[in-house]
Each structure stands twice: as C-alpha cells, then as structure tokens.
C-alpha cells in the first residue's frame, strides 16, 4: 500500500514569492493534516480536513497561507506571499477515521528554504 | 497550559538498551504516542499508550502512567540504525490534536 505522497520534496523560493504544497493522503484516509515543523522542534498543526472539509484552522496565518482539498482527497497548501521565517518543513499526515482518533501517517514532507 | 517535556539529546552504545522520557502537563488526555524521525524524513508511529502500563513492540517497549504524566520509550539491543529523533505527542480529549514534544535525539556510538 502507497504511503502519503508529497511533492515537491524541496522547494527554494525568494521572499514575496508565492509557493505551493501538494499532498496525497493513504487510500481510504479520510482525515488529513498540514504540519510545520522547525528544526529541533515537533510538527505544529496548521490545518485538519475531515473529508473536504476544513474542522480545525485555527493555527493557520490566513493572511498569507491558504489551503484546499476540493474533492476530499488530495490537498494543496500555498504561501504567498512568502516570508523568510516561512522556511521550515512541511509535513502532510492522514489518518482513517475521522475525528482526529486514529494513527496519523506522515509523508516525507517539503523542504522550503525563504532566501 | 498544555506542556510536553522530554531530554533534549541523549547518547547510549550499540547493543545496550536506553530509555527516553516523556512528561506531559495537558488539559486532556486521550493517549501518547512514539514517533521515530530520522533526520531529513518523515515522522514514523512507533507505539501508542492509552491505559497504564508497559506495551512491547520487538525492540521497542513504550509504558504511560497516567496519574504521574509519564511514558518512557524503551529502545533494546540498540543499532546504528536507532540514530534518530524519538518525538512524544499527547492526544487531547478536547479537538484531538496531538501536542508534540521538541524530541530527544538519539546517538548510537559503536
């Protein structure tokens, strides 16, 4: 069984520019999840989708980043304009069940470096 | 205030068996879980902990005393390979957000 998916692995953009994330959650999952995590530090939750909707936004900067997941399966987060202090990796996760009770599996994750 | 604590870093030697504490101040509880990350890579579930108690997965062994606040991750017949970050997160009760700790690094020595 495929794993989450994310793409691009690496992202290098300079600051005001606009950047997008692409995810794939595991087949059948029908939560998931946006994390930023800082080096030394665990993730921290941006967003939680259950289905195609979005129940938990409350940590995401709204100014500057949005997200969607249209179809209740893949999703997409983008930045923009960009900030240096956005470079950070950004980790989808999905789960089974929804309501936050299950296992979350991680994909590799997007590294995105802010000149 | 929600609070997840665990040693920064931490060295043991191949073959020899080290523990890494979690402590947890949370509004809510609803279990812990272990994740393994190797640098530069995803988060992997290693174990998770809702009722006291010591759950044994292989090498690894993870045990949560709810009254005290407390797991530890029980790594054994350490290899080079274990030489990673080990990242606690507590699940609350109240919107099932996982709270995560900064991680203990692990360094295998041969």
């Known amino acids: 069984e495929a794993g989450v998916v994310q793409s691009p692995r690496y992202k290098i953009i300079e600051k005001k520019q606009p950047v997008a994330f692409w995810c794939n959650p595991i087949s059948g999952h029908n939560t998931l999840y946006w994390y930023r995590q800082n080096l030394g530090q665990g993730p921290e939750l941006l967003i939680r989708?259950?289905?195609?909707?979005?129940?938990?936004d409350s940590q995401l900067p709204k100014d500057r980043f949005s997200a969607e997941r249209l179809k209740g399966v893949d999703s997409t987060l983008k930045i923009q304009p960009a900030e240096l202090g956005d470079s950070a990796v950004y980790l989808c996760?999905?789960?089974?069940?929804?309501?936050?009770?299950?296992?979350?599996?991680f994909g590799p994750g997007t590294r995105l470096t802010v000149l | 205030g929600q609070n997840i604590d665990q040693p920064t870093e931490m060295t043991a030697t191949e073959g020899a068996i080290v523990q890494i504490n979690c402590t947890y101040q949370?509004?809510?509880?609803?279990?812990l879980f272990w994740y393994q990350q190797h640098a530069g890579e995803a988060p992997t579930f290693l174990s998770y902990n809702v009722l006291d108690g010591l759950e044994e997965k292989g090498r690894f062994s993870s045990f949560l005393s709810r009254s005290k606040g407390y797991s530890y991750l029980l790594l054994k017949e350490l290899q080079m390979k274990d030489s990673a970050s080990y990242l606690c997160a507590v699940r609350d009760d109240s919107n099932y957000q996982l709270i995560w700790g900064a991680g203990t690094k692990l360094i295998i020595k041969p």
């Open positions: 989708y259950e289905n195609e909707e979005a129940v938990d």
């Open positions: 996760a999905s789960s089974g069940r929804t309501g936050g009770t299950d296992t979350q599996y």
């Open positions: 949370t509004s809510g509880f609803n279990g």
